[in-house]
């Protein structure tokens, strides 16, 4: 995956996450609203039905005028709880009236009424004559107390579901990932190579060079040495077969195909980096024992894979490098000869430490 692709999945994905929890938080709130609002209805519709039963209680005495009476049965209503105030009001004025105060006992009538309380009001009749009205204040607390505990249910249910979306996108975010890195399809994933079969990679690759490089005079005599005269150019004339030739039915392998998925996936250069580091682990160790044995041709032979191999890492230095040592070998100059193989043996090193 590229880099600008990466940057635009990421503000997808955090878009997408923004979105789940907008879409969890709404409800988390509406719910708590409604709560609190059926809970205020509820104290309304009790405030309500007390004052209506206290109406035909304190309808005699308010017409008698009876204050006693009217006390008796207000203190007999404060006895519950959930009622903050209880107001008799007549034509002549109020009868009577109790609240309650900071402590939550009762207390005589004073016009200090919480703002939060729900009050509920009703006329009073004598033989169907308004002899007067009775209000009931009921307060909010008991109702408050069940609204908090509404408030942390639907809390910790926004938590939970919150962590769980989160994770779902961070699973699906990482599986994304894996699936690029390992190629992008949905075909099969290439068996990652454990550590003892690497090092016996690298070593079957380093037994290969020199047995390779053991023959290297015997087969530049019938082609041509790197290191004659004219065997580097003849390595730049020799014809390259197109790499965008067509495909045939069944064909193993396709240099076209291998050149567009480089292109297209970043990691490609990570694996051309592991094979370049597990092929010439080997490599400066191998220069040291062919130049200690004079074996030239060898030396040329490596220098060339070298060569060839360096620019797909961007390795600028080996590949000069590799390129002055098969000159040097070809001079009869032995002290060049010798920095150019020292030379050759730094770079490969500087490479091979830098891919680790």
Same mark, same amino acid.
């Given at each position: ?11 997808l ?11 969890l938080?709404?409800?988390a ?6 709560e ?5 209805? @509820?104290?309304?519709?009790?405030? @309500?039905?007390t004052?209506?039963?206290?109406s035909?209680?304190? #309808?005699v005495?308010?017409?008698?005028v009876?204050?006693l ?16 105030? $209880? ?11 109790q609240r309650r ?13 919480? !703002? ?15 002899v ?13 107390e069940g ?6 249910r639907?809390?910790?249910?926004f938590?939970?579901?919150?962590l769980?979306?989160? #994770? ?11 699936r ?12 990652r ?16 060079l020199? !047995? ?5 005079g015997q $087969? ?5 040495s ?37 292109? @297209?996936?970043d ?5 051309t ?18 130049? &200690?044995?004079?074996d030239?041709?060898a030396?040329? @032979? ?20 590799a390129?002055?040592?098969?000159? &040097? ?12 193989? !020292? ?6 090193? &500087? ?6």
């Open positions: 995956m590229s880099q600008r692709a990466k940057i635009a999945s990421g503000r994905l955090l878009a997408i996450w923004c979105a789940g929890l907008l879409a938080l709404l409800p709130l509406w719910t708590v609203r409604e609190r609002e059926a809970a205020r209805e @509820r104290l309304a519709i009790e405030a @309500r039905n004052a209506v039963q206290l035909a209680l304190l #309808a005495p308010a017409w008698d009876d204050e009476a009217a006390r008796t049965i207000v203190m007999a209503a404060m006895e519950n709880e959930s009622i903050y105030a $209880i107001k008799v009001q007549t034509p002549q004025g109020m009868l009577e009236g105060n900071y402590q939550w006992e009762p207390v005589p009538w004073d016009d200090e009424i919480d !703002e939060g309380a729900v009050s509920g009001v009703s006329p009073l009749r004598v033989e169907g004559r308004p007067g009205t009775v209000e009931v204040y009921v307060s909010p607390r008991v109702s408050q609204a908090a505990l509404a408030a942390r639907e809390t910790w249910r938590v939970l579901s919150f769980c979306w989160t #994770a779902a996108l961070a699973f699906m975010w990482r599986t994304r990932l894996q690029d890195a390992t190629g992008g399809g949905g075909g099969q994933s290439v068996p190579r454990e550590p003892e079969d690497s090092l016996a990679l690298a070593a079957t690759g380093a037994e290969a020199s !047995e390779e490089a053991a023959p290297c $087969i530049q005599t019938e082609q041509g790197p290191c004659d005269g004219g065997g580097v150019a003849a390595r730049d004339d020799e014809p390259i077969g197109p790499l965008s030739a067509p495909l045939a039915a069944g064909e193993v392998a396709s240099p076209a195909l291998g050149l567009a998925f480089m292109r @297209r996936h990691h490609a250069w990570q694996v980096a592991g094979l370049f580091r597990h092929s010439f682990a080997q490599g400066p160790e191998l220069m040291g024992r062919l130049y &200690a044995a004079g030239d041709a030396l040329c @032979r490596l220098g060339d894979l070298l060569e060839r191999a360096a620019p797909c890492l961007g390795a600028e230095r080996l590949a000069a490098a390129r002055d040592m098969q000159t &040097a070998l070809h001079c009869p100059d032995r002290e060049r000869a010798r920095l150019a193989v !020292e030379e050759c043996v730094q770079a490969l090193d &500087a490479v091979l430490d830098a891919l680790r």
